[in-house]
């Protein structure tokens, strides 16, 4: 069997982007929330997952989410 490209037009990839960029700020809004409900998170994690949250937020309206 031979070892050939998988290629997929660039909406597809965008779209494939868009899903990743939205399933990380969903896990780190959930961190956030727990954090916010008592449990323990890093004071490092807690200020680095907001400004992630909210540059993701930025690269994903670019990507049209």
């Known amino acids: 069997m031979s070892k ?3 290629e997929i ?3 597809t990839a965008d779209r494939i982007t868009l899903l990743t ?4 700020r969903k896990y780190l809004k959930k961190e956030l ?3 916010k409900k008592g449990e ?6 807690v200020a680095n997952n907001i400004r992630l949250v909210e540059a993701l937020d930025l ?3 670019y990507y049209g989410g």
């Open 4 to 6: 050939g490209k998988i």
């Open 9 to 11: 037009d660039f909406e």
């Open 21 to 24: 960029l939205k399933e990380q």
């Open 33 to 35: 929330a727990q954090f």
């Open 40 to 45: 323990y998170l890093h004071a490092e994690d």
């Open 59 to 61: 690269v994903i309206k």
